[in-house]
Antibody, heavy 121, light 113 residues
């Protein structure tokens, strides 16, 4: 079964760092892009960026460029989303997701269960 | 960025009746050389991740009931639920994957009247 399994919920203080993960299984991890999507409480979906595990080619939304880092460790089929200094406004559900076709970035048919990040003093 | 605007923000439809959601993009998402619209529709229920319903504007994802119909081209798109069922109560989002960043509409909430 193709699936993406994300790390568990996090509660952090402003200024702290964080790295959340997304592990792929049931498919060839290196041949499908992995994207990250933010959903703030009660709000809509925001595309943050996407990475190709095969060569770590990464594309960011300008809204998130410089605010987060997307990376991958293909040896363990895991993608990451990390923050160097969290803000209260980073409080959100974060989803990783995979497109339906290898080598493309077109839409997402496989989604992780989401990681809730809460930033509060 | 391509801005996606959905209408209405919410709608209430009787069981068995038609629900229609519109999505307008700020620029065309039609890749004319291959005649494909880079537009997807998702359904999201509370506490769940989004579920892909439609891609290429009108291609139904495997397993999606045929009451979900995507249509439109260029900048104007529609998701129609031909006969609303109780399990269709959810938020619906359109997404363009023509440009980077990919962008979503603000969402439309579908409820039972």
């Amino acid at each position: 079964e193709v699936q993406l399994v994300q790390s568990g919920a996090e509660v952090k203080k402003p200024g702290e760092s964080l790295k959340i993960s997304c592990k792929g299984s049931g498919y060839t991890f290196t041949t499908y892009w992995i994207g990250w999507v933010r959903q703030m409480p009660g709000k809509g979906l925001e595309w943050m960026g996407i990475i190709y595990p095969g060569d770590s080619d990464t594309r960011y939304s300008p809204s998130f460029q410089g605010q987060v880092t997307i990376s991958v460790d293909k040896s363990i089929s895991t993608a990451y989303l990390q923050w160097g200094s969290l803000k209260a406004s980073d409080t959100a559900m974060y989803y990783c997701a995979r497109p339906p076709k290898t080598g493309t970035t077109y839409a997402f048919d496989i989604w992780g269960q989401g990681t809730m990040v809460t930033v509060s003093s | 960025d391509i801005v996606m605007t959905q209408s209405p923000d919410s709608l209430a439809v009787s069981l068995g009746e038609r629900a229609t959601i519109n999505c307008k993009s700020s620029q065309s998402v039609l890749y004319s050389s291959i005649n494909k619209n880079y537009l997807a529709w998702y359904q999201q229920k509370p506490g769940q991740p989004p579920k892909l319903l439609i891609y290429w504007a009108s291609t139904r994802e495997s397993g999606v009931p045929d009451r979900f119909i995507g249509s439109g081209s260029g900048t104007d798109f529609t998701l129609t639920i031909s006969s609303l069922q109780a399990e269709d109560v959810a938020l619906y989002y359109c997404q363009q994957y023509y440009g980077t960043p990919q962008t979503f509409g603000q969402g439309t909430k579908v409820e039972i009247k």
